[in-house]
Each structure stands twice: as structure tokens, then as C-alpha cells.
């Protein structure tokens, strides 16, 4: 994010800055290691250090920044319950994709810089006691993309938690489907949707929760089909992005189009819920579940 933001002030053109702000901007290119950045929502200037104290949290205006996997799985589980699965899974370049680079120099890269071998993480762990299968889409490998390796480790996801009668608790943040894979990133779509829906005819039970950005065919699938759909505050939730539907229907949108706030008014989500009540929250809901497929199906009947 510090990069991009670099990226962002150097397209700037001076004379566009006031003095302050440009003082403000050399100053900051002197400190090492990017201790400060630029809130992406009120602009404000947070200590880093501070900013990951609070959850990565803007302590300002609350806005809820990218969170990398593994602290998405630390904040959410219980210490030390966390058993990872399905982490050899590694991506194929079928296609033999290249545009700047070849597809699989840049899995590569994203291999190097997150220590995972995908965007998906997944595994089983306890939420406040109770456990859950774990899913969490890593917004910093490759935008968190949908390739076949994230499809196949929803699908086993969805899977152990059939088999085991346990609840599935996922997060997303994803651009979309991984352009790279092609047709075969479509068509995880069907597969994870497909998945989900075998655990739901078994009487499993499902939460997604969706964070900033989550678009793109995630949205269009697994995301949209739990039992339960969560969101962070301030979450840019959609299909295509803002400025191409504004384009394409020629018409203005409403304010706050696709964010969080927006679609539970609109019915879409279920309830928004900040990162530092998360867990409580999720524990609650999965007590609500009744905790196993055998209480769920009783509380049907009755
Ligand atoms: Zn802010």
C-alpha cells in the first residue's frame, strides 16, 4: 500500500500541491521504511506502527484497510488452534499466459513476498471454542484472483466441513477472477458454488464475511451464497467496478454505490460488522447454528 501510494504522489504534479502538503510529501520520502501512510479514505496521515496496533484500522475516520491472511487468521482464531490444509496446492499456466511478464513468474513473485504458495488459505481452527473450517482469500497474493487453486481449496473447504459436520466461515477480498487461467478461472465460479450447495443439502452451515475490495466473479459465487453475509464497514462490495457501470449506463450513481453500508440497505448483506467485534460476533452466529448439522436439522424440524 505504501508503494502505491509513492506510485499515487508521484503522478501528482507539483504545481498542483500546496506548500504544506509538498513539504509534507518530501518529508515523508526522507523517513525510512514508510512509517507513515495516507488513509485511502480521509487522507489522513497514520503512523504505521499505530495503524497495525489498531487492526490496521484507520484510527480517524475507522476505515478498514486490506488486511494480509495469516493476521486475518490470527485476529479470528483462538491461539495456537490454527492447522492449515490443502497449502501444497500450487497454480499450473495451462494457458501459457504472458502480458509484461509470464503468468508464472508473477505466482512467483507472489510466492516470495507472502510466504504462501496461493491466494487461499484455508484450514480448521476454533472460534472462542467452538470449531470451524477456515477460509480466507489473501487480498496480497495476486489481488486475492480466482484461479483454479483457489476453486479447488473453497471446494475441499466446503468439503471437510460436509464431512465433518463442522461450520465453514470464510473471508474474501478479491479482485475477481484471475485473468491468467482464463476460461478455467469462470469456471470456479460453478465449482465453489456447486460445493457450498452440497454442504447446504447436507445441512452444513455457512458465513461468508466480505472485506475491501471483494468483486468480480468472487461476489458473483461463493461469496454470495452462504447462509450468512457479513461485511466490514466501508467495504467496496460489487461486480464490475463503479466507473464502468457509470459508463456504460451512461448515468450518475448514487453515493455510496457498492460500499457496505449501501448493500445492506439494499437488502444484500446481512449486517456490517467492525474488525475489533468480529469474533464475538462469528462465535455468537455459530452458536445460533446450533453449534452441529445434527442441532441445525432438530431446529428445523421443530
Ligand atoms: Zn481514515
Redesign the pocket.
Known sequence: MADKQQKDDARIPESSLSETRFSRLRKKKDMPGGLWLK??????M?YRKELEEKGRV??????HFTLPGRERIAMTLDEGTWVERFAEITALDRLEFKDSSPYLDKVEKARARTKQNEALLCGTGRIEGREVVLAVLDFSFLGGSMGEVVGEKIALAAEIARKNALPLVMFTGSGGARMHEGVLSLMQMAKTCSALAELNDAGGFSICVMTHPTTGGVTASFASVCDITLAEPGALIGFAGPRVIATTLKQELPAGFQRAEFLLEKGQIDRIVKRSEMKQVLARLLDYAGGSKVAARETTKA
Open positions: 488513509c485511502e479514505s480521509c487522507g489522513s497514520i484507520c484510527p480517524t475516520c475507522e476505515f
